[in-house]
C-alpha cells in the first residue's frame, strides 16, 4: 500500500508559476511510477505528467509539454510537479498517483493504470 499527500496549490495569475508536491509513504520502493493527474470543472480527470521511479524516463500530456516539469530524486523522496507560464485552463484539482505496474507507454498518462492517489490540491489560475 502506498499512501500520497499533495500540496502547494493555490491561486496565481496568468502567467504565474506553483510549485506542486507530492509525499508518498508506506512501500513506496515498489512503485513503478508516479505521475500528476488533473480534474477541471465539469471535465474527466486526465492525465498531466509521469515519471518512471527507477529511471526518470518522463511523459507529458501535449497540453502542458515545455511549460510543466515532473521531477523525483528516488521513490522514496517527494515527488514534484514545477508549473510555470499557468493558463486559465490549468485550473483544476491536481491529483498524485502510483502504480507498482508495468505500464505501455502508450498507456502512462491513463488514469485507470494508478490503483493509488492522493485526494488532491487546488490550483487556479485567473486571467
Known amino acids: 500500500q502506498v499512501q500520497l499527500v499533495e500540496s502547494g496549490g493555490g491561486s496565481v495569475q496568468a502567467g504565474g508559476s506553483l510549485r506542486l508536491s507530492c509525499a508518498a509513504s508506506?512501500?513506496?520502493?515498489?512503485?513503478?511510477?508516479m505521475g500528476w493527474f488533473r480534474q477541471g470543472p465539469g471535465k474527466e480527470r486526465e492525465g498531466v505528467a509521469v515519471i518512471a521511479t527507477h529511471g526518470g524516463s518522463t511523459y507529458y500530456a501535449d497540453s502542458v509539454k515545455g511549460r510543466f516539469t515532473i521531477s523525483q530524486d528516488n521513490p522514496k523522496k517527494p515527488l514534484y510537479l514545477e508549473m510555470n507560464s499557468l493558463k486559465p485552463e490549468d485550473t483544476a484539482m491536481y491529483y498524485c498517483?502510483?502504480?507498482?505496474?508495468?505500464?505501455?507507454?502508450?498507456?502512462?498518462?491513463?488514469?485507470?493504470?494508478?490503483?493509488?492517489w492522493g485526494k488532491g490540491t487546488q490550483v487556479t489560475v485567473s486571467s
Open positions: 498517483a502510483a502504480t507498482p505496474y508495468l505500464v505501455p507507454l502508450w498507456s502512462r498518462l491513463l488514469t485507470d493504470k494508478y490503483p493509488y
Open positions: 508506506g512501500t513506496t520502493v515498489s512503485t513503478l511510477y
